[in-house]
């Protein structure tokens, strides 16, 4: 179903869509793709890892990457922002993910630094040479600007070609385009430590990872955001655009007090949630599932599709993206009819949310590949789909437990507050929202509503007041 990736009669053979529920689905393919053992006994931290795999390959991909759909043209970009929260799935997430990344990157660096070292020592000699066999050197090809500046140019059609030419990526693409701008992937831990990693962000796109566990984390994960997620650089002198991701990792939790601080931190909110507490929906693997075929060593074909992406993002000879044919147009409008469902319960959803399902259709697409074709286990979109729509309801549902606790703290606070209140003497509802201190309507309302109901406070006389008698029901809310 993807071309060069997802052939229906080459590569990856598609069966007949099985009739289960989407859980049953989405454990099939996480038992397909061996998620127990990348989640070293938790199924769902295998999930998490499993989906920060596949969208790392789409982030890392050329700039531009794609699903195309072959019949209509319609086209869905691949790469995406993701936040893993948890200690167990932040764990595997750096262990199986950002190092390798690291490796990679940190390899690339070495042999830019060998090289010019090389360099340094071959421009002595050839400088120590020349003093007697004079100097050889060969001009660089010229460039647009070149044949512009010669301004000598047959007609007028000549002239507007070559000025079209500037805003197409320069031709005489070489070795300086890696050695130049190496970055694809950089851990960033200060503003200053981004604004010196975008001027060498190869061709403009870079993978940043923020970690959550610093002080002030949020506010740096909130302008790495807006440096490179938007494209809006703050700086003030002129330089090249930087767009691309931001992968972070919260081992410590903090996305629960962040959400139910309500801090502004809006970019969190925008990005794809890999919970690790048990948000839901859950599941298990079923017996008939055990059957099917997986992958022996998931870790190893992620290393190897990731070597091979990363070898075709640095291909200056092919500097096209990756457009991949994908029947997307009817699934990717059902998915964000899906996710336009859940906006009422996490706004803004649908937009954050849109590359996800293209995002896992490449990257876990290119997993399969870097299988041998005897081993390797089918693709089954619909099992892909149904990971999709589990990982956006576990964020959903991840976002009401953090607003819920914050709601029930808020409640308890509040409860307390009255009861200390009322120990006074009666008082209308009126009375204790004024002299509350930030208590509004509804909490105040809702914590009576409580109290009453386990026997702690009465309505009297237009007035609250304190319970004498021994209530008959447990009081649920703890001052």
């Known amino acids: ?116 070292e090389r360099r340094k020592k071959g421009e002595k000699r050839i400088t120590e040479a020349s003093m007697f066999l004079g100097n050889d050197e060969k001009p660089p090809p010229p460039t647009v600007l070149d044949q512009l500046d010669k301004d000598a140019y047959l007609n007028e059609a000549h002239f507007e070609g070559e000025l079209r030419g500037l805003l197409r990526a320069p031709a005489n693409a070489g070795v300086s385009d890696i050695t130049d701008a190496p970055v694809i992937f950089a851990g960033i831990g200060s503003v200053e430590a981004l604004n010196s990693t975008n001027g060498f962000a190869h061709r403009g796109r870079l993978l940043a990872h923020v970690n959550l566990s610093g002080k002030n984390a949020g506010i740096l994960l909130d302008q ?19 767009r691309g991701e931001v992968i972070a990792t919260d081992p410590t939790g903090m996305l629960d007090n962040i959400v139910a601080a309500r801090s502004g931190h809006g970019w969190m909110e925008r990005m794809l949630w890999l919970v690790d507490h048990a948000a839901g929906p859950e599941m298990e693997i079923t017996t008939d599932t055990k059957g099917s075929p997986q992958l022996a060593r998931p ?18 000879h092919m500097f096209e993206p990756m457009r991949l044919s994908y029947p997307l147009a009817a699934g990717q409008a059902e998915w964000n009819a899906f996710l336009t469902r859940l906006e009422t319960d996490f706004p803004g959803i649908t937009g954050t949310l849109r590359p996800l399902l293209a995002s896992l259709v490449f990257g876990l697409s290119r997993i399969l590949k870097a299988v041998p074709g005897e081993c390797r286990p089918p693709f089954v979109p619909c099992e892909v789909e149904a990971f999709a729509r589990l990982l956006a309801l576990r964020m959903v549902n991840a976002r009401a437990v953090a607003l819920h606790h914050e709601h029930e703290h808020r409640l308890a606070k509040a409860a307390s507050y009255i009861r200390m209140k009322l120990r006074e003497g009666p008082h209308s509802a009126r009375d204790l929202q004024r002299y509350g201190n930030d208590l509004d309507a509804a909490t105040c309302r809702e914590a009576l509503a409580r109290l009453a109901d386990a026997g ?14 021994t209530r008959t029901k447990p009081l649920t809310l703890h001052a």
């Open 1 to 116: 179903m993807v071309s060069s990736i997802i052939q229906p009669t080459n590569e990856i053979t598609l069966p007949p869509t099985p009739e289960k529920d989407d859980l049953q689905q989405a454990a099939a393919l996480l038992h397909r793709f061996n998620a127990l053992s990348l989640g070293e006994g938790d199924l769902m931290a295998g999930g998490n890892t499993l989906a920060a795999m596949a969208i790392t390959l789409a982030n890392i991909a050329p700039p531009g990457s794609c699903l195309v759909d072959g019949e209509d043209g319609a086209h869905v970009p691949v790469g995406m922002n993701t936040l893993v929260s948890g200690g167990l799935s932040c764990g595997l997430v750096s262990d199986r993910v950002l190092r390798v990344l690291q490796e990679l990157q940190g390899n690339l660096l070495a042999h830019i630094r060998q090289q010019d």
């Open 456 to 469: 702690v406070v009465e309505f009297a006389c237009n007035r609250w007041q304190l319970v004498t008698t």
């Open 299 to 316: 870790a190893e074909c992620f290393e190897a599709a990731l070597e091979e992406i990363a070898t075709r993002r640095l291909n200056f």
């Open 224 to 242: 790495v955001c807006d440096e490179v997620v938007s494209g809006c650089p703050t700086r003030k002198q002129l330089a090249t655009t930087v």
